[in-house]
């Protein structure tokens, strides 16, 4: 994919995440979805498992599981079905997926160019704080349109 393309892609992306309310996408009800619908529905753990076709101590343990974030998705999605809902999967990025890219360019530029300013210091041809400043913003630059190797190691 070209730089244009990923760079609208992140955009359209960006811009259907933010259409979506965010207390909505981050908020789990603290006895976990399952349970809190199962309740709303005014439907028994035991009913649930029937629908299920598992044991009662399979849907605590499913419920449990969801509250402490060990559920499987192949498991809630069951759940979901049984309880005639439709399970949503989404991952919702802390800022801007630009911003991200942006911010990681920058990041590995910084530690690109330390290390070649350290040694161009050893050799007494250190270069000045705009310099480096201007060296940093091209090599994020050209590092943002390479797109994936940005992500090739840690910062």
Same mark, same amino acid.
């Given at each position: 994919?070209?730089?244009?393309?990923?760079?609208?892609?992140?955009?359209?992306?960006?811009?259907?995440?933010?259409?979506?309310?965010?207390?909505?996408?981050?908020?789990?009800?603290?006895?976990?979805?399952?349970?809190?619908?199962?309740?709303?529905?005014?439907?028994?753990?035991?009913?649930?498992?029937?629908?299920?076709?598992?044991?009662?101590?399979?849907?605590?343990?499913?419920?449990? @599981?969801?509250?402490?974030?060990?559920?499987?998705?192949?498991?809630?999605?069951?759940?979901?079905?049984?309880?005639?809902?439709?399970?949503?999967?989404?991952?919702?990025?802390?800022?801007?997926?630009?911003?991200?890219?942006?911010?990681?360019?920058?990041?590995?530029?910084?530690?690109?160019?330390? +290390?070649?300013?350290?040694?161009?210091?050893?050799?007494?041809?250190?270069?000045?704080?705009?310099?480096?400043?201007?060296?940093? @913003?091209?090599?994020?630059? @050209?590092?943002?349109?390479?797109?994936?190797?940005?992500?090739?190691? +840690?910062?």
């Amino acid at each position: 994919m070209s730089t244009p393309q990923r760079e609208l892609q992140r955009r359209q992306l960006d811009r259907a995440l933010s259409s979506i309310p965010r207390d909505l996408l981050l908020h789990r009800p603290a006895r976990g979805w399952i349970r809190e619908i199962r309740d709303a529905l005014g439907m028994s753990a035991a009913e649930l498992a029937r629908r299920l076709g598992v044991r009662r101590a399979t849907v605590a343990q499913m419920e449990r @599981d969801e509250t402490t974030g060990a559920i499987t998705l192949k498991r809630l999605e069951r759940a979901a079905e049984a309880l005639e809902c439709s399970l949503g999967y989404i991952l919702v990025p802390k800022r801007p997926l630009g911003e991200i890219v942006r911010s990681r360019a920058y990041q590995v530029a910084s530690r690109l160019m330390g +290390q070649v300013d350290q040694t161009m210091a050893l050799e007494a041809q250190a270069t000045s704080k705009e310099e480096q400043a201007r060296a940093i @913003d091209d090599l994020a630059a @050209d590092l943002t349109r390479q797109g994936r190797k940005l992500w090739r190691d +840690q910062p």
